[in-house]
Antibody, heavy 121, light 108 residues
């Protein structure tokens, strides 16, 4: 059974950084990319970036370039998302999600439970 | 970037109703379109991938259709557990992955 388990809620001051972890199990870690999606309170879903679990290649939404880092630890089957220079607009639930490929089609078939990050002074 | 536009943004329906949600892409995405269901406080759940393929374990009352720029998600007979927010998402040209704004299905 595939599971993605994220770290717990975080509270940060403006200007600080936060790291959210995503521990995977139930499948071969290197075989599937992991994506990060966030959702501000009462808002829709916003893709942030992704990491190729096999080789560590990453791509990000352009507006996060320079303050978003995604890494992985293959021995721990875990992925980490670090967001720096936080503002109140970064207050959101952050999700990791596994990529599912069917031919050329890609979707997100398993998701973490979400991590609430609150940025407040 | 490809923009995804869902309509309506919300709807009210009764148990047993047939419900259709539409999603339009700003350019052709062939069939690289996925649908998700999200309930309050929960992570999204994949319902449909590649426009019309039902994800394993999803009830057959859910169906998807469309290609190019126009797509629909249909619930043939709305059940109490289907009241949720639904999102479309394109994976044709990435990055970035883009989602529609969501459609909230409420009880009439």
């Amino acid at each position: 059974q595939v599971h993605l388990v994220q770290s717990g809620a975080e509270v940060r001051r403006p200007g600080a950084s936060v790291t959210v972890s995503c521990k995977t199990s139930g499948y071969t870690f290197r075989n599937s990319a992991i994506y990060w999606v966030r959702q501000a309170p009462g808002q829709g879903l916003e893709w942030m970036g992704w990491i190729n679990a096999a080789n560590g290649h990453t791509e990000f939404l352009q507006r996060f370039e320079g303050r978003l880092t995604i890494t992985r630890n293959t021995s721990a089957s875990s992925v980490y998302m670090e967001l720096s220079s936080l503002t109140s607009e970064d207050t959101a639930v952050y999700y990791c999600a596994r990529e599912y490929r069917n031919g050329w089609s890609r979707a997100f078939d398993f998701w973490g439970q979400g991590t609430m990050v609150t940025v407040s002074s | 970037d490809i923009q995804m536009t869902q309509s309506p943004s919300s709807l009210s329906a009764s148990v047993g109703d047939r419900v259709t949600i539409t999603c339009r892409a700003s350019q052709s995405i062939t069939n690289f379109l996925n649908w998700y269901q999200q309930k309050p406080g929960k992570a999204p759940k994949l319902l449909i991938y590649a426009a019309s393929s039902l994800q394993s374990g999803v009830p057959s009352r859910f169906s998807g259709s469309g290609s190019g720029t126009y797509f629909t998600l249909t619930i043939s007979s709305l059940q109490p557990e289907d009241f949720a927010t639904y999102y479309c998402q394109q994976s044709y040209i990435t990055p970035p992955v883009t989602f529609g704004g969501g459609t909230k299905v409420e009880i009439k």
